[in-house]
């Protein structure tokens, strides 16, 4: 068998152009490297899996790659990498500071890369500080940290801060499709959407969800199995309590959501996620909002037909409903009547026409 390598690890960008989503800070990297106008220290801050350190081995790569301190099959002898969420001790920076003291061998500089840099223990801050704060001309020094304001403000003080941004749905998404063409794998585009928002803006963990997607889907990733695997309600369900409500066929709408109950799904999920999906439909019925909607293309041309069938006034009371439902429900004796007493509510509007409905609720 061939050995599995997670896409996290195969797809880790070797150049910056090929980084996703941060070109606000791989853009100014690679004029600072052109122009010889870096800093000493930089900081790279953002949430986790977002490129900090896949952005720090390619500046330190660069920088060598200048000062022609790499080998010909692009090892790096002067790069040191400490990850401070395994060796947090004054020891490891004891040692690396003792080192720094040295000029590089070949080359002009030696790069430092402290990964997690707020997992320091304080007696290993207090001695890498000093390094920091003066650090001999060969020295660069790339931190990085998913919790900037851990960081004490002596060493922010000292550090040119680079704030990298959660990765948007649309970018990660494009990402996973590039990834599963060049691996063969067939998807919805949707499903993709799908686990590009579940990976809210993280694009280890977009990857990690399309790892397992597409190992449990035998490398065909649909819509219905991102949402079976990532235990999201899929969107066709909605559509079809919709549908159902706008028919007024109350026991089918009751044991669609009975069906959904069984499946394991939380009942007030469900209900605050079908009065979203009213609200939705509301977007939908107007193009300039229908970009507000966080669903992919397919599923948005979906929304967009089925609002056509509702008027303004009777979304709005939906809504309502679902609102009210979701309100209640905690407070409920019974939540799950709460439910079913706001689907059959839903299901009776286009037959009571709203202003009716008004004085059941
Ligand atoms: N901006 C990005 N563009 C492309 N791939 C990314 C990006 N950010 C993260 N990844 C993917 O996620 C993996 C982990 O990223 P990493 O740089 O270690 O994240 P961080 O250090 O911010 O937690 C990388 O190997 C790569 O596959
Ligand atoms: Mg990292």
Redesign the pocket.
Known sequence: MENFVV???K???QEFD?????AHITDTLEHAIQENQLAQALLFC?P???????CARILARKINERDGSTSEDGFSYNIFELDAASNNGVDEIRELTDQVRFAPQVGKYKIYIIDEVHMLSSAAFNAFLKTLEEPPAHAIFIL?TTEKHKIIPTILSRCQIYD?KR?TIEDIQL?LKKIAEKEGIAYEDDALYMVAQKADGA??DA?SIFDRLSTFTQKNITLAKAAEVLNILDYDQYLNIVDLAHENRISEIVSAFNEIVKKGFDSHIFIAGLGNHFRDLMMAQNTNTLNLIEVGETTKTKYAAQSKKWSAQLLIDAIEICNHADINYKNSKNPRLTVEIALMQLASLTANGSADKKKSI
């Open positions: 896409s996290a690890r797809y880790r960008p090929t980084v996703v989503g941060q953002g986790r899996g977002v490129g900090k350190t896949t990085a990298f990765i990402q694009m280890r990857l």
